[in-house]
């Protein structure tokens, strides 16, 4: 992970969950931290462990990735220290309800959307320009096995994942030329607080997600983005599709009894 120390690694949806474990993993590779979410207070909670695994140092700053104009005034007005992104980590992502399409709340589908597709495309819109005018950089973004394969009652959380690996791929292709390089990590089933986002705090609904099978930790996800963060400048891993040994894909779960 030597080739990673010094850089400056900025990670959207920091505060929890895959964000905040990868955060961690970076930080033991002695990079520069550039952490956005929607609640700073809980971004402020994790600066002195990051500091004390190995951060040379921490940002961090309160930012929703599905407000374009705070996106654009926030990522440009951004401290000249702190501009030179080398690495983007768009993690940043939820998932609202588990209800059939035409049964549900449009609300759903527009915060959806806007996080997980509008959000990935002005962060990314921000920062890539200046990966490709210093002639370094890379964009990792966060797909799901979702993306591949549909799920009832998970219509558009799954276009939206589907989204993302087609705007990497698409980016990928745009960057021909340049050495900026771009990678989408799809995990399968994780253990975060993503379902109790998706059930708006249902906890006992959320916990039957994992009932009876071993999912992936948040710390699993973060080793696969390390992992291709990490490869020589010549090499880019495009696509990285992880699950447990109890996921085959997003329907086939080895559920034990």
Known sequence: ??????????????????????????????????????????????????????????????????????????????????????????????????????????????????????????????????MVARQRGHVISLGSTAGHLTYAGGAVYCATKAAENVISEGLKIDLMGTPVRVTSIDPGMVETNFSEVRFRGDTEKAAKVYQNITPLQPEDVADAIIWAASRPAHVNVHNLLLTSIDQANSMVLNRRS
């Open 1 to 130: 992970m030597k080739n990673l120390a010094g850089k400056i690694v900025f990670i959207t949806g920091a505060s929890s969950g895959i964000g905040r474990a990868t955060a961690h993993a970076f930080a033991e590779a002695g990079v520069r931290l550039l952490l956005c979410a929607r609640r700073l207070d809980k971004l402020t909670e994790i600066e002195a462990g990051l500091k004390a695994a190995g951060a040379l140092a921490v940002h961090s700053f309160e930012l929703d990735v599905s407000n374009r104009k705070a996106v654009e005034s926030t990522l440009g007005a951004l401290p000249a220290e702190w501009a030179a992104v080398d690495v983007l980590v768009n993690n940043a992502g939820l998932s609202r309800g588990l209800n059939k399409l035409y049964e549900d709340d449009p609300d759903n589908w527009e915060e959806m959307i806007d996080t997980n597709v509008k959000g990935l495309l002005y962060v990314t819109r921000a920062i890539v320009p200046g």
